[in-house]
């Protein structure tokens, strides 16, 4: 009976094991693991920068309407580019929404 529960324990234990090393091989990365130092000629909508994290990469995160984009973050354009698109979002929160109301008149009888 005692030799059962010593058996069951440790099965119990490797059954554990697996599960948590399976799990982390299903670990999915979505992230840069090499960057590229060419210029990007599609339109940059948006940005973000990933920090190194391995097996992440330091790099900066070009958004275009295709796909993004993972640029060295020492490249000249791209500390130009970056400027760019901050000016661009301080000058969009400066300009206040334009809105538009229109006057409804209501007539009873």
């Given amino acids: 009976m005692q030799m059962c529960i010593r058996r069951l324990t440790c099965l119990a234990f490797l059954v554990g094991v697996i599960m948590v090393a399976s799990a982390s091989e299903i670990k ?3 992230c840069c693991v090499e960057v590229s130092d060419q210029s990007i ?38 500390f130009e580019k970056i400027k760019e698109l901050e000016q661009l979002h301080r000058a969009q929160k400066r300009t206040p929404a334009t809105t538009t109301t229109s006057s409804l008149s209501t007539t009873t009888s």
Avoid at 46 to 51: D, K, L, P, S
């Fill in 41 to 78: 000629t599609a339109p940059i909508i948006g940005y973000r920068i990933q920090r190194k994290n391995l097996p992440c990469v330091r790099a900066v995160i070009f958004k275009t309407a295709e796909r993004e984009i993972c640029s060295h973050w020492k490249q000249d354009w791209v």
């Fill in 28 to 30: 999915i990365i979505k």
